[in-house]
């Protein structure tokens, strides 16, 4: 993703070669003076004719008119923060299906720690934080999760741990008893 400020002929060069190596809807560009499209073909020539960039124009007085502009900023990372993540929740059948056991293991454990964290209101990091063994712990003490999808876990976190740690291969079999798990232990997270 980038932030371009557009504002000047420089700047809109630098936003053509970000449009053309990211496409437009991972760039939010800023300008003082608007639609830097309407204003700069060579800009309008890398955009295909479906494609449009978010354009944002400062506030004249950035002070005074801050809280409008600053809000329009934020959405617009909201809208990427939630298109990148469907994409991660998707990541580890993706490497599933590419052929790719070892990574779409980690992927799958991964997801499940970001849910568990999610579920027990741990996103803030702490000064030490906490291993994936202390949370299924953590999150099988307040029961957000059972002993048996605990242990499960645990099998799991052996693969991923036989993945991350040595270089035996992982079959593309256990492989897909642990993405298949984890999707179906999160669903029951999201549910509950």
């Not at 999808?149 to 991923?160: C, F, G, K, S």
Request: no cysteine; hydrophobic share 45%; charged share 25%.
């Amino acid at each position: 993703m980038a932030v371009v400020d557009a504002s000047s002929e420089w700047a809109q060069f630098e936003l053509g070669i970000a449009l053309s190596k990211l496409g437009p809807d991972r760039i939010l560009a800023i300008s003082d003076k608007g639609d830097v499209l309407a204003t700069n073909s060579a800009l309008k020539d890398v955009l295909l004719p479906s494609e449009r960039i978010i354009v944002l124009r400062r506030p004249d007085a950035p002070f005074a008119d801050a809280e409008p502009f600053l809000q329009q900023v934020a959405s617009w990372f909201e809208n990427r923060a939630e298109a990148i993540r469907l994409t991660l929740d998707e990541e580890p059948e993706r490497l599933l299906e590419m052929g790719s056991p070892r990574a779409a293991v980690i992927a799958a454990i991964t997801l499940l720690e970001v849910q568990l964290r999610k579920k027990l209101d741990l996103t803030t990091q702490p000064a030490r934080p906490m291993s994936l063994a202390q949370l299924v712990r953590l999150a099988s003490t307040r029961e957000v999760i059972g002993q048996r999808a605990a242990e499960q876990i645990q099998t799991w976190l052996r693969v991923r741990n036989a993945a991350v740690h040595t270089p035996k291969p992982i079959s593309t079999r256990d492989a897909r008893v642990v993405v298949r798990g984890v999707r179906e232990l999160i669903q029951r997270l999201t549910v509950a």
